[in-house]
Structures are given as C-alpha cells and as structure tokens.
C-alpha cells in the first residue's frame, strides 16, 4: 500500500492563478480531509468528506473547493490564489477503528504552497 | 466548540530521561478521541498514539505513553527513555465532535529538544 499521497510536493504560484491539489489514499477509507499548516498555528482543518459525492466544510474553507467522485480520490482545488493561501497543506484518511482498537488517521507527505 | 491548548512551545529533556508533553482540551461531548502526533524536521505527520474517551486504560504503544485524567480534560504524552531523533514538533489533536465525526482540532504543538 502507498498508503495517502500527495501530489506536487512544491509549488509556486502567483495571485490569482488557479491550481489543484491531488490527494490519494489506496486503503478504501471512506473518510478524507484536508488541512492547512501555519507556522504557530497548528493544523487547521479545511474541507472533508465522509465518502464519494459529501463534502463538507470544516474550520477553514474560504477560498477552496473540494470534490469526491471516487473512494480513492480527493483533489482541493484553489480558485483565484492568495497571498494568504501561502501555507503546507495536508490531506489525510481515516476508517472508524474497531472496538477497543486503535482509532487514528493517516496523512500523506504535505504540499508546500507559496503564492507571491 | 472543541479546543486543545499545549502551553509549551518548547521543551528540552536529556537523552535517555523521560518527558512529559501536556495538552488539555475542552469539548462538551461525552464521545471524543484524543491523538499524539509527531512531525520531524522533515515534515510529515506521524501518528504515536491514541486515547477513546471511554478507555478505561491508558494507552500505550512501545516508548509512549499516554497519561489520561478525564476529569482534568487532560491528555500528556510521556515520552521514556528520550532519544535524539525524538527531536521534533509534537501535537496533540481531538476527534469529533460526535462518535461518527472525524474531524481533528490540532493543538499549536511543543518543539521538544533532546540533548545529548
């Protein structure tokens, strides 16, 4: 298993330009999210969707969209790029744990965004 | 809303000591997990350890250690026996709210430094 993967790993853009971010996850988990790493800040959740065709918002959505056509993918999608949309961006995948087992969540290796 | 407060921004510890990394959290929802990151120079996120709300048994996983005082709403990592490639942000996250979200709400995290 590839177990979640992102792709660009870097990526520069300039204001307004548009992009997509892909994420992928080979573990049939019903459960993705995607979240944004600001220094100081944590980890701040932007999107998620708890299968193919449900999306929802999460903490942080301005500015972004997301879609889910298949189990597998779950690409984040900047419409007209911002300064502040600079940031390293996390996708991740979840299953619920069995019963008194472990419960977690797996992230792919992040994608460092920087718009000028 | 749910909130994780890590008030340590950075920690030393000597190798081969034990650590303790604090986090509390604040949710009015009886159904919740609790998770340890770990996020090396590197980048990317990896899990340690997990805590469900109704575990009756602190949780553990090798050289981790999870110290859960429910009432309290507290959930400090012990990390025993520091080695230096322990070196790295840790951050602590809770799932929810409700027993079917998969939502996590990251702490600001702790820079731990292990000294040889």
């Known amino acids: 298993n590839a177990g979640v993967t992102q792709t660009p790993k870097f990526q520069v853009l300039k204001t307004g330009q548009s992009m997509t971010l892909q994420c992928a996850q080979d573990?049939?988990?019903?459960?993705m999210s995607w979240y944004r790493q600001d220094p100081g800040m944590g980890l701040r959740l932007i999107h998620y969707?708890?299968?193919?065709?449900?999306?929802d918002q999460g903490e942080v959505p301005n500015g972004y969209n997301v879609s889910r056509s298949t189990t597998e993918d779950f690409p984040l999608r900047l419409l007209s790029a911002a300064p502040s949309q600079t940031s390293v961006y996390f996708c991740?995948?979840?299953?619920?744990?069995?019963?008194?087992?472990?419960?977690?969540?797996?992230f792919g290796p992040g994608t460092r965004l920087t718009v000028l | 809303a749910q909130k994780i407060t890590q008030t340590q921004p950075g920690m030393f510890v000597q190798e081969k000591e034990a650590v303790t990394l604090d986090c509390t959290y604040d949710?009015?929802?009886?159904?919740?997990?609790l998770f340890w990151y770990k996020q090396p120079s590197s980048g990317e996120m990896i899990f340690l350890i997990y805590?469900?709300?109704?575990?009756?048994q602190n949780a553990t996983e090798g050289r981790y250690s999870l110290n859960f005082q429910k009432a309290r709403k507290s959930a400090n990592l012990v990390i025993s026996a520091s080695q230096l490639g322990d070196s790295a942000m840790y951050f602590c996250?809770?799932?929810?709210?409700?027993?079917?979200?998969?939502?996590?709400?990251f702490g600001k995290g702790t820079k731990l430094s292990v000294i040889p």
């Open positions: 991740a995948s979840s299953s619920p744990g069995l019963a008194g087992g472990t419960d977690t969540q797996y």
């Open positions: 573990m049939n988990h019903e459960y």
């Open positions: 969707s708890v299968g193919a065709g449900i999306t």
């Open positions: 949710t009015s929802d009886p159904s919740y997990g």
């Open positions: 805590q469900g709300s109704y575990d009756q």
């Open positions: 996250a809770m799932r929810g709210p409700g027993a079917g979200s998969y939502q996590l709400t």
